[in-house]
């Protein structure tokens, strides 16, 4: 079920081989260019984070202590972004992808699982949202879905929680 989006879609063969071994060979490192955006995004609206806290589930690539959240920037072939072209599986060696990346989604899950009953809020940001106008938006909602000011230096520290309803 899993793949079955991904296979139906008309548009599949939109990598050519090297492209393709690109993406393949590339290991999920700690400065790709969407993470690079989401930080200077959050950095240009004066967020405060931190990068790559290794002592929370998953390491979270860009933590907002303040906001109590946790942003994921995550490759869409490797973590398996649902429906989405770069995340279709090479023609061979299926098998082997497949369990890979099976294995890299059920990670996911529960590291989300873990963060989130340490009250943690999570965001996954995919590598192919990289227009930074609509990265701006998606970051802003998500911030602010729990009732946070929209700006960080009107905030009170009260601790909001995960209760509060989104109000639009
Ligand atoms: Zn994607």
């Not at 690109?22 to 240009?44: A, N, Q």
């Not at 967020?47 to 929370?56: I, M, Q, V």
């Not at 072209?85 to 294995?103: A, E, Y």
Request: net charge positive; with cysteine; hydrophobic share 30%.
């Amino acid at each position: 079920m899993l793949f079955s989006s991904i296979s139906k879609s008309k548009h599949m063969d939109i990598y050519d081989k090297k492209k393709r071994s690109e993406i393949m060979s590339r290991i999920r490192g700690t400065d790709t260019k969407p993470e690079i955006m989401v930080r200077r995004i959050l950095h240009s609206r004066g967020y405060r984070f931190r990068l790559h806290r290794n002592d929370l589930p998953g390491n979270p690539d860009i933590v907002l202590p303040r906001y109590k959240a946790a942003i994921f920037v995550h490759g869409c072939f490797w973590h398996h972004h649902e429906g989405c072209l770069k995340s279709k599986l090479p023609k061979t060696n299926v098998k082997f992808w497949r369990d890979k990346i099976l294995q890299n989604v059920e990670r996911d899950r529960k590291n989300i699982t873990k963060l989130t009953s340490l009250g943690w809020r999570v965001l996954i940001v995919w590598e192919c949202e990289t227009r930074r106008d609509h990265l701006n938006e998606k970051l802003v909602e998500f911030l602010h879905s729990n009732g946070r000011p929209q700006s960080e230096f009107e905030g009170t520290s009260h601790i909001a929680t995960d209760t509060n309803i989104r109000n639009r």
